[in-house]
């Protein structure tokens, strides 16, 4: 049986922990915005736009081809980073989400598929401690491809350090001309 004072402490604890995991989160949110994504987008297909325009050009030095293979390259490597419209379906992401939730030790207790113009989003309520829905928050940001969470809360009414989180995931795709 825990004493008054720990049970205090445990509290103020969760509190840190929930405070620290909504700060990851604004931060992820603010570093990695949807208009950042699109921004990305555009600035992949403005770099594809100028390699076209320099293989257009009469003169092709060496450094020429070799700025034009580094730009694609950078191209390539941005473009990895997304799904490809045939690469995934929200039941897969599904399963990789479950996957990462259970490895961070977080139960699921519902999940649903909702569609939102035309985006399909896959909600997930689940609960365990504030610590480890810090390291799953972590592994979405540090997948290989990207994923977007659109709606994310906690909510902390237990003394025991378990939370209460609900969010809404899909993944990122890119399509351009060249696809």
């Not at 969760?14 to 987008?41: D, K």
């Not at 994310?152 to 969010?167: H, L, P, T």
């Amino acid at each position: 049986m825990l004493t008054s004072n720990e049970k205090k402490l445990l509290y103020v604890l969760a509190i840190i922990l929930i405070a620290c995991a909504v700060a990851l989160f604004f931060y992820l949110r603010i570093t990695m915005p949807e208009t950042g994504l699109n921004a990305l987008n555009k600035n992949i297909l403005d770099i594809e736009n100028n390699v076209k325009n320099l293989s257009l050009t009469e003169d092709k030095d060496e450094n020429l081809f070799t700025t034009i293979e580094k730009i694609e390259q950078e191209i390539e490597k941005e473009r990895s980073k997304f799904y490809k419209p045939e690469e995934i379906d929200i039941a897969t992401l599904g399963l990789k989400v479950k996957d990462l939730l259970s490895k961070n030790q977080l139960r699921i207790t519902n999940q649903r598929t909702i569609t939102q113009k035309d985006v399909n989003f896959i909600e997930f309520y689940c609960v365990g401690k504030a610590n480890h829905l810090f390291n799953f928050l972590a592994g979405v940001s540090k997948a290989e491809k990207y994923w977007r969470i659109d709606s994310f809360s906690i909510q902390s009414k237990k003394i025991d350090g378990n939370i209460d989180a609900r969010m809404r995931i899909t993944y990122e795709t890119i399509t351009t001309d060249n696809n």
